[in-house]
């Protein structure tokens, strides 16, 4: 008899109501998990998928800042869900349930005011997941291990250099796998006792047995003193008077034998044009081509893609990049680069490590190099962006990392100026 699966009896909760500030413009009119990721995926994808793969056939997901395109993109690519096979896909937004004056106050609190709604899908387990990070993982296995553990809760963690881990938790843990300690966002993160400059980072992926996490809640929504926060207030509450277990990821990472555990936090504009370009690589470390474990999304029916043009100057090639349905390469040379859906580009213009979000126009002899481009942006007719950061920071953003992204917006006003 076949093994009955663990996460038949639990539920995935998903924290999609952060803006993601670090991704600048790219988050002006949506939310970071609704941000485009890998041609045709948005971020948030990739938890999803994660959820359906392993076998979670419930699932919510709460929003709340500029929410209106990830809840569109979600009722059209995730409306395969069917009641009547007990399956459900829940949209909730901070809809002030409670209060007319109080939305979301943290990320504990967005799943305390729909515990009517969590209790209504009769669960045992709750598995609590950031919609922002990109990986693919099989809580199946993590699932086991928390009751194996018999633990309160479980937490999702990997080592990450230790000034990255300034933005996540940080946690020690004994020789057993308990957490000992949990520091939420420190700005001088402790380092590994075998290693100085690792920190145990968490993934912001928490399991819970859902009564014991129900009663939790309920107590801290009565908490004058809390932030109403897994990381700030329920989290180190567990460590000093419960048990909290850490799960490392390498565990359960789905990858191929001998591959590297793939986890990303695009959270800013270098990180998520690295990630973006990575994927061209001859061989990627995330595997968008593995058929066992698919990141499902909603696909919009173009037709193929379409390279014209060959003549000595003016061709249309794409080299080492990955091109979207919908596109028409006309004239263009494109190297290094990713273009989503529905990219146009004419004549003479080139592409060099360029991610270029969907419905993206080029114009004829424009010249770009490093960039981020947002969706529906027209690139003028003999645009230089990508050789002369001094003129580029006039008009755009250009990062850290010397990428520069480039919005309608600061086109428009570029053109106002000019």
């Not at 970071?32 to 948005?42: D, I, Q, T």
């Not at 998520?272 to 994927?279: C, E, H, T, Y």
């Not at 002899?365 to 690139?379: E, K, Q």
């Amino acid at each position: 008899m076949a093994e009955i699966r663990l996460t038949r009896r639990a539920m995935a909760f998903v924290l999609a109501g952060g803006r993601g500030s670090r991704l600048r413009e790219l988050t002006d009119r949506r939310v970071k998990p609704a941000v485009y990721f890998g041609g045709k995926a948005r971020i948030i994808d990739f938890a999803l998928s994660n959820a359906m793969n392993s076998g979670i056939r419930k699932i919510a997901i709460a929003t709340q800042y500029k929410a209106h395109s990830l809840i569109r993109h979600v009722q059209r690519g995730w409306n395969f869900f069917r009641a009547e096979r007990n399956e459900f896909m829940d949209i909730l937004p901070a809809s002030q349930r409670y209060d007319e004056s109080m939305w979301y106050r943290g990320t504990a609190d967005a799943v305390a005011q729909n515990i009517d709604i969590v209790d209504s899908y009769d669960v045992d387990y709750i598995i609590i997941l950031a919609g922002d990070h990109i990986y693919k993982m099989d809580y199946e296995v993590m699932l086991r291990e928390h009751c194996e553990n018999q633990a309160d809760v479980t937490i999702g963690c990997l080592t990450v250099p230790r000034m990255e881990a300034v933005a996540f938790g940080v946690m020690a843990v004994d020789d057993a796998g308990r957490i000992t300690s949990f520091l939420e966002k420190p700005a001088d993160p402790p380092g590994m006792p075998d290693d100085p400059d690792s920190a145990l980072a968490s993934m912001g992926i928490y399991v819970f047995n859902w009564p014991f996490l129900r009663d939790l809640l309920q107590k801290d929504a009565e908490d004058p003193n809390s932030s109403h926060d897994f990381g700030n207030d329920l989290i180190p509450d567990i460590v000093k008077n419960g048990k909290a277990m850490a799960h490392r990821f390498d565990v359960s990472c789905v990858r191929a034998p001998g591959a590297p555990a793939y986890w990303k936090d695009v959270g800013t504009v270098d990180a998520f044009w690295q990630a973006n370009i990575d994927l061209t690589n001859f061989t990627p470390e995330l595997n968008l081509w593995d058929r066992d474990w698919p990141i499902w999304t909603y696909s919009e029916s173009v037709p193929p893609a379409k390279f014209i043009h060959d003549e000595a100057d003016r061709r249309g090639i794409a080299v080492s990049s990955m091109v979207s349905g919908g596109c028409i390469i006309s004239g263009t040379e494109v190297r290094n680069s990713l273009l989503f859906t529905q990219v146009h580009t004419n004549s003479f213009a080139s592409l060099d490590h360029v991610v270029a979000l969907p419905y993206v126009t080029v114009q004829r002899r424009a010249r770009l190099t490093r960039v981020v481009i947002d969706r529906g942006v027209v690139i003028p007719e003999g645009l230089v962006v990508g050789e002369d950061p001094a003129e580029d920071g006039r008009w755009f953003r250009v990062s850290d990392g010397g990428i520069t992204l480039i919005t309608q917006d600061m086109l428009d006003r570029r053109a106002e100026s000019l």
